[in-house]
């Protein structure tokens, strides 16, 4: 595809809810990361895989979040029993290399979750 | 605790006036720092900084990166009301994988 998409776009759910939200990187690209974005901040480093390999899961907020890449292309991204404090955009970024840091990273469009 | 602060949280200007906008940082094992423009959703990769005092230009658009006073600042000169979107200032360090991300500096450019 021409750039990384996710879907959906907008999730409501009901709070104690679970989730799933795809991420389909840009074809080839080696790293994948997750972000959650709230409100007029910035994003915020959730996890990132090499490949099928999840390297680093240090920013998942709690046991409840889960992501996966099982192929080492597309990746779900996971969320048990929802929280208010969930509602937020979770947006993907897929990039190129190998080594994460020393490349730009392509953005998909976000999914918007509202927990009521 | 590594962490990226951003300033001005926002900015109203007028065309064809220039901006600064700053990204100072306090990172370990710093490696590089990124600037992206948010529109809507998905943030666009403007520059990568690794080395100071090299300043990248692209268009309207240039930032350089001082690291021995832990900061870049983002130039947009003669501005449009394209250019109006959160900039997101962030940084990679040596060994992780994480993206730090700044809160973002909300420029609006007025016609």
């Known amino acids: 595809g021409a750039g990384v998409s996710q879907s959906p776009r907008y999730k409501v759910a009901k709070r104690g809810q679970d989730v799933a939200l795809r991420c389909d990187p840009i074809?080839?690209?080696?790293?994948l990361f997750w972000y959650q974005q709230a409100l007029g901040q910035g994003p915020e480093f959730l996890t990132y895989?090499?490949?099928?390999?999840?390297?680093?899961k240090s920013g998942l907020p709690s046991d409840r979040f889960f992501a996966e890449r099982p192929e080492g292309s597309v990746s779900t991204l996971k969320i048990q029993r929802t929280q208010q404090e969930d509602s937020a955009v979770y947006l993907c970024?897929?990039?190129?290399?190998?080594?994460?840091?020393?490349?730009?990273?392509?953005f998909g469009p976000g999914t918007r979750l509202t927990v009521t | 605790e590594d962490k990226v602060v951003q300033s001005p949280l926002s900015l109203v200007v007028h065309e064809g006036d220039t901006v600064t906008l700053n990204c100072s940082y306090e990172?370990?094992?710093?490696?590089?720092l990124l600037w992206y423009k948010q529109e809507k959703k998905a943030p666009t990769f403007l520059f990568m900084l690794t080395s100071s005092g090299i300043e990248k230009k692209s268009g309207r658009l240039s930032s350089i990166l001082d690291k021995k006073e832990l900061f870049s600042i983002l130039n947009i000169t003669a501005t449009q009301t394209g250019d109006s979107a959160v900039y997101l200032c962030?940084?990679?360090?040596?060994?992780?994988?994480?993206?730090?991300f700044g809160t973002g500096t909300r420029l609006k450019v007025l016609a």
């Open positions: 970024a897929s990039s190129p290399g190998r080594v994460a840091a020393s490349y730009e990273q392509y």
């Open positions: 990172v370990t094992n710093f490696r590089s």
């Open positions: 074809s080839g690209h080696v790293s």
């Open positions: 895989f090499q490949n099928e390999a999840q390297l680093d």
């Open positions: 962030a940084t990679t360090t040596s060994g992780t994988y994480k993206y730090i």
